[in-house]
């Protein structure tokens, strides 16, 4: 059984085509999901099932998830933008999806992997885009209660690069491999956790997604086990599939322009024809043919 996991960035918006817009993308690939016959599933209800080594309920149906990363405000609340006009929300792709007529298209759910430090969050809205406010928590809870949206970790801060000071004892930045230790561990998953649930009470689905897809063998193998009572499952940007086989505190998700960038690319995910090493045969083919096209300019 191959499950994908689809991952999207709300803060994708650089242009307005599929392959510069993760919600221009999502919008198109709801479309190609329900042409394949394909039915989204929320990511707790699979993390469930495979833990009940059962995701063979799943067996000759066509399922994914859906998850979201960072956590802006845009996963979930509509942005105007003078120049552009409406920018729809994540949550509003998947409402205007939903069709109650349709067998496992009656109610989308998502989840939506959030940065918790409110002082971290104020931050990077100001540094990393226009400083209006859009990376809070006030919207966590009622996407929760509405159930278009699961709120899961993120971490504390993300080891963000333009923060001033992260939860990491020598200031290592730029990248989640550096969190090797149990101190570090702490602050950025436990307490994350603790100040999600403080938001979310039960509504809290407790589930992690890697900072920039980074998993050290610390984390998978000695964190996550000891703390096996409060987290259902951890999640990776491997561009693989979720089955039976995977490892628990490092299942693998595809990423929206990463391992796919255009419908096309999601159909071969989709139809079978992703995964790791699909991905790097597509990626050795890309390299060979620039080799090629740049000795025949050289000639």
């Not at 817009?21 to 999901?33: F, M």
């Amino acid at each position: 059984m191959k499950i994908p996991i689809l991952t999207y960035h709300s803060l994708n918006t650089r242009g307005t085509s599929y392959s510069d817009n993760d919600h221009v993308a999502l919008e198109s690939d709801l479309r190609l999901l329900k042409r394949l016959g394909y039915r989204v599933v929320p990511l707790s209800e699979l993390v469930d099932a495979f833990n009940r080594n059962d995701l063979s309920r799943y067996e000759g149906s066509r399922v994914c998830a859906i998850t979201f990363d960072d956590g802006v405000t845009h996963d979930y609340i509509d942005f105007y933008r003078p120049k552009r006009g409406l920018l729809k929300s994540f949550a509003r792709l998947l409402r205007e999806a939903e069709e109650s007529e349709r067998a496992g298209w009656e109610r989308l759910t998502a989840t939506s992997f959030v940065i918790a430090s409110p002082d971290a969050r104020d931050i990077l809205d100001r540094t990393c885009i226009a400083g209006r406010g859009q990376w809070h928590d006030l919207w966590w809870r009622d996407a929760a209660e509405e159930g278009v949206l699961e709120i899961g970790n993120h971490s504390w801060d993300h080891c963000h690069a333009n923060l001033p000071e992260v939860a990491q004892r020598e200031q290592r930045k730029g990248n989640f491999f550096v969190i090797d230790n149990q101190e570090d561990a702490e602050r950025q998953i436990l307490d994350a956790e603790e100040y999600i649930e403080s938001r979310l009470g039960k509504l809290n689905v407790r589930i992690f997604a890697y900072p920039y897809g980074h998993v050290n063998a610390f984390i998978r193998d000695e964190f996550f086990p000891r703390h096996a009572d409060r987290f259902r499952a951890a999640f990776s940007t491997a561009g693989d599939y979720m089955t039976e086989r995977s490892n628990r505190w490092s299942i693998p998700r595809f990423v929206c322009g990463e391992h796919w960038s255009s419908p096309e690319g999601l159909e071969a995910i989709l139809l079978g024809g992703g995964g790791a090493r699909s991905f790097l045969r597509r990626k050795v083919a890309q390299m060979k043919a620039w080799y090629q096209r740049r000795a025949t300019r050289r000639h």
